[in-house]
DNA sequence: ATTTCATATAACCTTTTGGTTATATATAAG
DNA sequence: CTTATATATAACCAAAAGGTTATATGAAAT
């Protein structure tokens, strides 16, 4: 549910995703971003929908997509926390060891 | 070069990055902290190494990993960064929209 | 010297990723 | 009605990911 990491892990989806925040994008829009093929992107969508990153919107021929903004500042939030942890331990390590300096 | 997002793409090796951000390991202890095998460690390990996120130091028949601290913060702000400007252009957008209500 | 323990590596397997080309379908435009 | 355009899907491919078991190597302990 929601792989924020999975996501993320490819710069396409990654450009994708900063597209469709900025405005709605028809699939032709994103694929006419790129010099891979329109199946390609397709995958790239069929991954970020998975995840739930984007929403779509089926307007005759054409399909809208947009960014999911409250799952994705969920989905984000909750890296930062996770990725921030590792940055705090290594402080926390480093004011144990000034703290115990003296001792050894 | 250091692709932070192909390095905290897999659970394990997230969990991996936060053990030894709290002080050294070695192979044995994140192997014993895991119900994978040993060979399955060491490719994670290999993957964190290759993006330089660990170092690594050897003694006798010991091999100690310990976070590369700068490298992993500066991976880390350029993925905020990068992933922040999503939410900022959502942000102008709605700034955008809000400025010209009366106009449409 | 032999056993034990930590690590390394090889061979193998399955699934996922990231791409392709070709083709089908559905809507819009001429 | 026919053509053009947007999207969908199928079939295929190569490489990467994530795991396994079995085995080798190297250092330490008995």
Redesign the pocket.
């Known amino acids: 549910m929601t792989?924020i990491y999975?996501a993320i892990?490819?710069?396409?989806?990654r450009k994708i995703l900063r597209m469709v925040s900025q405005q709605e994008c028809?699939?032709?829009?994103?694929?006419a971003s790129?010099?891979?093929?329109?199946?390609?992107?397709?995958?790239?969508?069929?991954?970020l929908l998975?995840e739930q990153l984007l929403l779509?919107r089926?307007?005759?021929?054409?399909?809208?997509?947009r960014l999911n903004t409250p799952v994705f500042q969920q989905a984000y939030l909750q890296l930062q926390s996770e990725l921030g942890l590792v940055l705090d331990n290594k402080l926390a390590g480093l004011k144990h060891y000034l703290e115990n300096l003296e001792e050894e």
Request: with cysteine; proline share 5%.
């Open positions: 792989d999975r892990a490819d710069p396409i989806r028809t699939q032709s829009d994103i694929v790129f010099s891979i093929s329109q199946p390609a992107i397709k995958k790239h969508l069929a991954i998975e779509e089926r307007v005759g021929k054409f399909c809208y997509y």
